[in-house]
Structures are given as C-alpha cells and as structure tokens.
C-alpha cells in the first residue's frame, strides 16, 4: 500500500490497478498496514485479484483470520504469502501459500521444512519445527528491518559487514 498517505479502498483500487496496468511482470501486492497506515481490506483485494497482471499478496496485517475467507474467495490460482514470520505457518494452515519472510535470510532451510509441513497441513510437524525459530522471529524484529536481518547475515559471513 502507499506510504504516508491514506487512500480509501477506492483510492487503493484505481492506485493498484493502474500499476498493473502499465506493468509489464507480475505484480504481488503488499499489504503493510504497521508502515503505511491504511489497510488494503479483504474486499479489495478480492475485486485486485481478478486482474491478470495481480497474482498475489504479501499479506502483514498479523491478521490471520483474514487467509480463510480469501482462499475461498479468490480461489487457488491467486498466492496468499505471510508477511508475519511468527505467524506464517498458522497463515499457511489456514489457506495461505507460504511466507515471504526475514527469517528465512538466516535459516532457510528450517522455514522451508515448515512452510512445507504446513502446506501438507501436518500441523503438529510444522509447529515441532517452527518452535525453535520462534526467538530468531522475535529477535530478527527488535529493532526495524532490515537491520537485524543484514547484522545477522554479516556475523554469518554471508555478507560484508
């Protein structure tokens, strides 16, 4: 969603639709509402899923009861991703596609095992696994991203510092 200012849904709609259609690859929509300050609600983004050039959303409302009704919705074709590590594998449970995740920069094995185990809604498998990222979901946001995620990455030597 834009930053700064706060769109109405119409406002969100026209905003959305003339990105997509001026654009030439495939769009994946990111509803951020913590940095934004406005929400791109469900309806919205059912009437921005019909678009061809829309094929998902990152979803970081922390709302995961929202996934349910879209998927039945929207259907199967259009992506729901998680945009809440903490949360991605209850997101997934419940309807979603996967994450889009800061977590998974520093341990991207363990998040795709869980994504996976979800997807295949092997609850207790996902939760088992999910368990001990729970304090690097938590850490990885103690300050704003992408801070703590490029620190992390440097101490690993994965990047330069």
């Known amino acids: 969603t834009p930053y700064y200012v706060k769109p109405s849904q119409a406002g969100l709609l026209e905003h959305f639709t003339a990105i997509a259609d001026a654009a030439d690859l495939p769009l994946v929509l990111y509803n951020v509402p913590g940095r934004t300050g406005v929400d ?14 829309i094929r998902g959303l990152k979803d970081a409302t922390g709302d995961n009861n929202r996934v349910t009704p879209m998927r039945k919705i929207i ?3 259009f992506r729901l991703y998680s945009g809440e590590d903490g949360m991605a594998r209850d997101y997934v449970l419940k309807g979603g596609d996967g994450v889009i995740s800061v977590t998974a920069n520093v341990a991207p094995g363990t998040v795709s095992k869980v994504m996976a185990a979800a997807k295949a809604n092997d609850a207790a498998t996902a ?30 030597g994965k990047t330069e510092s």
Not at 40 to 53: A, F, G, N, W
Not at 133 to 142: E, T
């Open 75 to 77: 259907g199967d074709d």
């Open 127 to 156: 939760e088992a696994m999910d368990k001990p990222l729970s304090a690097l979901h938590r850490d990885l946001f103690c300050e704003a991203n992408p801070i703590p995620v490029k620190w992390a990455l440097a101490k690993m």
């Open 40 to 53: 791109l609600s469900v309806e919205t983004t059912v009437k921005l899923s019909h678009h061809p050039m």
